[in-house]
């Protein structure tokens, strides 16, 4: 709303019913926002950074679904107005979660499903006799501790109990 130059410049002679040209501001230089939410996080600060923004905080967070890297929100909608080094916060996806491990071995089947199950860990059971090892019950695993990511599998291998034999009559 201000003026910010005319023409003539000020302190020119002007005639009488002369004209005079004055430019208006419309206030500092907007740019838009781009969209980067899906991209690669270096890639979206390379495109922030070109529409003449900067990028502000970037935050991690874990997801099943999204890529490790990849943004999964920002905290500037898309084709916005910002000012020119405006910042625009990032959400970037730090991958699936990560698990402890638990060494199941000797317990039963149904308390590694339920683990499992809640830490979104896939099994993958064998089955196998075992004279000491109670049926139902894990006999090994592998990986047997540590870490591990949600959507990772474990195998184990579940006790069919000891081979069951016929004796003969005699």
Request: zero cysteines; proline letters at 6%; aromatic letters at 2%.
């Given at each position: 709303g201000?003026?910010?130059?005319t023409d ?11 004209t005079?040209?004055?430019w ?10 781009p ?5 690669n ?5 390379a ?8 990028v502000g905080?970037?935050?991690q ?14 905290g500037?909608?898309?084709d916005t107005r ?8 990032l959400?970037?996806?730090g ?9 199941f ?10 683990w499992a ?16 090892v ?5 006999i ?6 540590g870490?591990a990511l ?6 184990i291998v579940v ?8 004796i003969?009559?005699?």
């Amino acid at each position: 709303g201000q003026i910010i130059r005319t023409d003539p410049a000020e302190g020119s002679r002007v005639l009488r019913d002369g004209t005079i040209t004055a430019w208006v501001s419309r206030g500092p230089e907007r740019f838009a926002v781009p969209a980067v939410t899906g991209k690669n996080v270096e890639d979206a600060k390379a495109l922030i950074q070109g529409a003449s923004l900067r990028v502000g905080d970037v935050k991690q967070e874990y997801s099943d679904t999204v890529a490790a890297g990849t943004v999964m929100a920002q905290g500037t909608k898309p084709d916005t107005r910002a000012r020119r080094d405006d910042p625009v916060a990032l959400v970037v996806s730090g991958g699936p979660a990560p698990v402890e491990l638990i060494d199941f071995t000797g317990k039963k089947l149904s308390e590694a499903q339920a683990w499992a199950k809640a830490n979104r860990i896939t099994l993958n059971a064998t089955e196998e006799n075992h004279d000491s090892v109670p049926k139902d019950a894990i006999i090994r695993q592998d990986p047997a501790s540590g870490g591990a990511l949600r959507g990772d599998a474990v195998a184990i291998v579940v006790s069919k109990g000891p081979v069951m034999v016929t004796i003969p009559e005699g």
